[in-house]
């Protein structure tokens, strides 16, 4: 009878060698860019002040665990970022067999920041609108009928477009 060897069991020190976690969970990859850690703790700071103005101890434990998560899946959304920066969003080795494929590391990405928007609304912090919004139609003409009278009120004349 021949002695078959079996695989080591996989220890918590073993380190992942495919997938997004092979990438992300490597700690190079934050000492090589330490304006990632920054940036992090940064965006930690910022949320802990929205949430708690009056200091840390008065957030509550599910607002704590929210955070945290956000916080390390931040992390995990730039170190997948870098990646792709560095090896491109598209498989070279498929690109040789002329098949575009996209990076796994692609999809993990999107998850992760599907993930970061959930936790940012369960946190509370909506959307702000920075700018103009795309206005239907009926906006547009109610926008244009205020503009003319107020320019009625003000006593000026609507130049128009010219076309008299």
Known sequence: MSKRKTAPHRGPGRQVKHGAYSIVYREEMVKRHPELARYVQDCH????ADLAPEGPETLSAAKTILLDRCTAAL?????LEIYLGTHGLL?????????????????????????????????????????????????MLADAHEDVLAQEAAGKPDKGDGDA
């Open 45 to 48: 700071n910022a949320l802990l």
């Open 75 to 79: 992390l995990m959304a730039g170190q």
């Open 91 to 139: 498989r070279r080795d498929r690109l040789d067999q002329k098949v575009i494929e996209a990076e796994p590391a692609l999809e993990s990405w999107l998850h992760v920041n599907r993930a970061i928007l959930r936790d940012l609304e369960a946190l509370g912090l909506e959307r702000v609108e920075l700018g103009p919004r795309n206005l239907t139609p009926d906006e």
